[in-house]
């Protein structure tokens, strides 16, 4: 099987990837089923293509395409439980998406 590269475009222009970076630090009560966080973007990124975080010695976070949230697992690999308090740990967090012209 053969990759195939497909030029994208919107409307005679070419959409260019925009890639913002920020930190966030979660809060005393984490949600069950993770941050929402997608919304967060808008309207710079409308379509989270990827998101790099730097995972820490006791947690790592993997982002939920379907339900645009961002989950804190353990380092055994469950999730965090509901309410857990971790205002102590300080997330790198990296994104790269496409903006809408």
């Keep these: 099987m053969a990759l195939t590269f497909k030029k994208v475009s919107g409307g005679g222009k070419a959409i260019a990837p925009r890639i913002i970076a920020g930190v966030f630090n979660p809060d005393t009560s984490y949600p069950t089923g993770g941050y929402e966080i997608a919304s967060l973007f808008r309207p710079?990124?409308?379509?989270?293509?990827?998101?790099?975080?730097?995972?820490?010695?006791?947690?790592?976070?993997?982002?939920?395409y379907t339900t645009g949230?961002?989950?804190?697992?353990?380092?055994?690999?469950?999730?965090?439980?509901?309410?857990?308090?971790?205002?102590?740990?300080?997330?790198?967090?990296?994104?790269?998406?496409?903006?809408?012209p």
């Design 44 to 64: 710079h990124i409308n379509d989270l293509m990827a998101l790099i975080v730097a995972d820490h010695t006791n947690y790592r976070f993997r982002y939920d």
């Design 69 to 100: 949230k961002i989950k804190i697992l353990t380092a055994a690999g469950a999730e965090v439980a509901a309410a857990t308090n971790l205002t102590t740990q300080l997330i790198d967090v990296g994104f790269i998406g496409v903006g809408l």
